[in-house]
Nanobody
């Protein structure tokens, strides 16, 4: 299984970025996929996660109303639309997949992407 992320980069505060994560050789039925982020010196934290065909779960209060998680099951692709970006959103963002249950625990996710950097100034 390979998770390929794209869409990171630099943005000004108030700007937008869209992250994508495409999973190859992964069965999405019933499994949870999500996005985590990790800023320098901080622990990796889950941003949002979703079961196939279900509504997204947002875990960080500060991103609610600004970030939108969506999926295209046919393409096995997960998206994270990030609007009204803030400098505090700067981090390495990781796609994670194949958790039996959507959870805060990074160890519950079996597969990880290589990460894509988001820098907001």
């Amino acid at each position: 299984v390979q998770l390929v992320e794209s869409g990171g980069g630099s943005a000004q505060a108030g700007g937008s970025l869209r992250l994508s994560c495409t999973a190859s050789l992964l069965s999405r039925v019933g499994n949870c996929m999500g996005w985590f982020r990790q800023a320098p010196g901080k622990q990796r934290e889950v941003v949002a996660a979703i079961y196939a065909g279900a509504d997204p779960i947002y875990y960080i209060a500060s991103i609610k109303g600004r970030f939108t998680l969506s999926q295209n099951n046919a393409k096995k692709t997960l998206y994270l639309q990030m609007n009204s970006l803030e400098p505090e959103d700067s981090a390495m963002y990781y796609c994670a997949a194949d958790a039996v249950v959507c959870t805060l625990r990074a160890s519950s996710y079996k597969y990880w992407g290589q990460g894509t950097q988001v820098t907001v100034s």
